[in-house]
């Protein structure tokens, strides 16, 4: 069988599209769909269902990504070792959210930069963080929920505690019922978010009050580190991960509005594609970043 002919397929089945495949491999989409037809008529079964949006893979296909996948991806890992042989050096790429990957993954990781490992980070969402994980863009990705399917396995990697912070100021002009959790008394407040949406606010209140916000954002700013710099400033009340604004809290530039008796929590995976945990670099980190989490 055609390696080539493999390489097309398994790339279409992780990017569950024709066109997105056709991108990632350089080809043109009628290429691809030659490609995927010749490879159909060798084994005289259909691999993929087309529908209206992308994709979706037969059994016998699903069947023949999970047994040619891992073969794939350690001739890449053939590949990559030959261009590495000269420095000596292998390069893990990660993925994952910036806040957390940048104050959280990277960190943990530098030490094994001394040991012969180069490291290359990407930051994005979940869906983009997956769907690059898939495609071979990445080797370990970190996310905030767990993928479907065979062809990405995900660990648990820790959780993180969701608090409700704002500057002093607003404490004070709240008083004390604000410390009883008064709902309607907090949504006085101006929010800082990071979309308009605000993910992070109607997930604290979903938890805690069982409801919804009602209030809009003052600020919106994709970034968590900027979100804690406006809070900071006085902007209004934000809701971050404790990681991200305990230094914050205990210098007092900004306090804690309220201390339910749950806190709300969100869980991080790691993620790989199944079975590169065999190739010892990806193996080496994603042991280190499990360690490192023990203490998170």
Known sequence: MDLALLRTFVTVHRAGSFTRAAALLGLSQPAVTGQIRTLERQL??????????????????????????????????????????????RTLHLAGPPEFTSLRALPALTPLTSQGLALRASFGTTEETLEGLAAGH??????????????????????????????????????PDVLRGG???????????????????????????????????????????????AAASGAGLAVLPRYLCEEALQAGRVVALLDPPVPPLRTYFLVVRTGTLALPHIARAHEWLLRAAVGW
């Open 183 to 229: 709902q309607l008394v907090l949504e006085q407040l101006p929010v800082v978010e990071v979309h308009e949406s605000l993910p992070l606010v109607s997930r604290y209140w979903s938890a805690v009050f069982d409801t919804r916000p009602a209030a809009a954002g003052a600020v919106i700013a994709p970034d968590l580190r900027a979100v804690l710099a």
């Open 138 to 175: 990445h080797d370990l990705a970190i996310t905030t929920a767990r993928p479907r399917g065979g062809l990405l396995t995900s660990t648990p990697l820790c959780d993180e505690e969701h608090v409700l912070i704002a500057a002093p100021r607003w404490a004070a002009r709240l008083g």
């Open 44 to 89: 005289g079964r259909p691999l993929f269902l087309r529908q209206a949006r992308g994709v979706t893979p037969t059994t016998i296909g699903d069947e023949l990504a999970h047994r040619a996948a891992p073969h794939l991806d350690a001739l890449v890992e053939i590949a990559e070792t030959g261009l590495d042989e000269e420095s000596g050096v």
